[in-house]
């Protein structure tokens, strides 16, 4: 009798456990699901330790495209970066849309700069849109132009600052108060920060502060870590940038040797064809065949991150494509400050929502 009872209460166990599992499998997919800040490339908007929201309804949730993918938590495996999958069912991307994304959004996206497994696998990012499909964006001296139009940012931008002082040094309580971090470059009083323009004009009221400068890449400097990497035609880098279409679903764009670069992930990687490019003959080929024009199967968008000479962004990787994106940050429920030897909950934190 007792052993029956036991297994009954085993079974009544396993058969709330297993609800309780399609539950949790239905909210993430269709609802929300959690991320947590690691970095310091979307400062000040997000600090290391904000635990956020996700949510999915915003644009619309992407249906599950790797089925049987462990664990649901993307941030718990960071040593690897991957999920452990089986990679024996796959759906290819669908989302049911609801709203549109905006310039300004914060997303979370799976990172796309990985090409040999399913994009619901990899790792989580995030980055503010800036650029939407059919924008064109250019970048000159770090001012950011949509269409021609300067973007004038409503939110905290951080920049690489140069502060150098008549000798006199700041102190750690006084940068604590500016709640800024730098270090000393040189003996004379020399400071590198990454710091917002508001903190740049509270640096400038300072008496013994001289000269105050941005530090910024030359306009002809090719920088072999920018997108499109290492390429011979396009030169540019993180402050000089464009200009360059964002690409559109149904968009047709003509393809040169010289312009290839900007598009061969997409063509490649995102869109699944096969792509040679044989420059000496000046001829590119789409899946065996040559092509001088290429139509877009999704829409793409163009991410930075708000702390602008700390990022890991569009400028570096590429295009976002639209079948990467999760949902848009909305919430962060959680903040945890981890020093080297305490830990401390940032109350003020807690519930700041994000529109």
């Known amino acids: 009798m007792m052993a029956k009872n036991s297994k009954s209460r085993f079974r009544k166990w396993l058969k709330s456990l297993f609800w309780a599992f399609i539950l949790l499998l239905f909210v993430r997919t269709f609802f929300f699901q959690f991320y947590t800040v690691t970095h310091n490339k979307m ?3 997000f600090l290391p330790g904000d635990y956020l929201i996700v949510n999915k309804l915003s644009f619309g949730p992407r249906l599950p495209i790797t089925f049987f993918a462990l664990p649901f938590n993307d941030n718990f495996v960071p040593f690897l970066g991957i999920k452990s999958y089986i990679n024996l069912f796959k759906l290819p991307y669908l989302r049911l849309k609801f709203n549109k994304i905006d310039h300004g959004d914060i997303l979370v996206f799976n990172y796309p700069n990985l090409y040999d497994v399913a994009a619901d696998i990899k790792p989580l990012d995030i980055s503010r849109c800036i650029g939407l499909p059919g924008d064109t964006l ?21 920049f690489h600052y140069r502060i150098t002082t008549n000798g006199t040094f700041f102190t750690q309580n006084f940068l604590d108060s500016m709640h800024v971090s730098g270090k000393l470059i040189a003996d004379m009083g020399v400071y590198e920060f990454f710091i917002t323009k508001q903190q740049v004009n509270q640096f400038r009221t300072i008496p013994f502060v001289k000269y105050i400068q941005k530090i910024s890449d030359f306009w002809s400097y090719n920088s072999t870590l920018c997108f499109p990497e290492n390429s011979h035609y396009i030169t540019w880098n993180k ?11 149904g968009q047709t764009i003509d393809l040169t040797i010289k312009n290839i670069d900007i598009y061969k992930k997409i063509i490649s990687n995102y869109e699944k064809n096969s792509l040679t490019v044989d420059k000496s003959n000046h001829q590119i080929l789409i899946n065996n065949k040559p092509a001088n024009t290429y139509t877009f199967k999704q829409n793409y968008y163009f991410v930075m991150d708000d702390n602008r000479d700390m990022a890991k962004d569009s400028r570096y990787w590429g295009f976002l494509p639209e079948s990467h994106i999760i949902g848009k940050a909305s919430t962060v429920w959680l903040s945890i400050e981890k020093g080297r030897d305490h830990a401390h909950i940032r109350w003020h934190r807690i519930f700041k929502s994000f529109h």
């Open 138 to 158: 250019q970048i000159k001296d770090k001012v950011v132009f949509i269409n021609s139009k300067e973007i004038i940012d409503s939110f905290p931008t951080v």
């Open 43 to 45: 400062e000040n908007t």
């Open 239 to 249: 402050d000089y940038f464009g200009p360059v279409v964002i690409p559109k679903k």
